[in-house]
């Protein structure tokens, strides 16, 4: 080993080494560091898609569960063409409770120009005549209706009987009554959440 031609190839052949061990050891580097980051993408998709799944099926869960609840509000307004339905359900109360019931000044908001699912009111005037018994439960009634309203201007008067030979007071009960309406359909607005 003495001959320096020997110790040249041997130094040249181990500079050639270490290049190329230090090429490798870098290859191998940048090849595992790219690796490493595509792994933590593919699992930061992966536990990103997780978490929207499950937050999905929470809200199907909670829609699921709130149905019931849905539909009580839903009955609870008046819908946009219910004005008929509103009135006949006026009417029913003189025939429930014996008293002469008059519908008069019917009027509603204009819901042309509203999203659906905004509020807007029918109102109507009443008038009702009859016993004492009759006018209170008719009251009554008005106060209880299945859907959302108010009373207001609500006056009580005793009269006579319009039968001269009877002479048991009347009375006539008036107020103004004022229902809510939803606009548009509920249905429609929100979202369908039973899909799969």
């Given at each position: ?25 870098l ?17 930061n ?47 029913k ?104």
């Amino acid at each position: 080993m003495n001959n320096p031609r020997t110790r040249i190839t041997l130094l040249i052949f181990s500079i050639v080494l270490m290049i190329a061990s230090v090429g490798a050891y870098l290859y191998m580097r940048y090849t595992a560091s790219s690796s490493l980051e595509r792994t933590i993408e593919a699992k930061n998709i992966v536990s990103n898609e997780e978490a929207r799944v499950a937050r999905e099926k929470g809200v199907r869960q909670i829609y699921s569960s709130t149905q019931n609840d849905r539909d009580r509000v839903r009955n609870y307004f008046l819908a946009e063409g219910d004005a008929v339905p509103f009135i006949e359900s006026l009417e029913k109360i003189g025939s429930a409770t014996g008293a002469s019931v008059a519908i008069g000044a019917i009027s509603a908001d204009n819901t042309s120009k509203l999203p659906a699912g905004s509020f807007s009111n029918i109102r109507a005037h009443v008038d009702a005549i009859g016993s004492w018994n009759a006018v209170m439960r008719t009251l009554e009634l008005a106060e209880v209706m299945p859907f959302a309203s108010n009373l207001s201007n609500i006056r009580l008067e005793m009269g006579e009987s319009p039968n001269a030979k009877i002479k048991t007071p009347v009375w006539k009960l008036a107020f103004d009554i004022n229902a809510v309406v939803i606009v548009g359909s509920l249905a429609t607005s929100t979202p369908n959440y039973n899909k799969k």
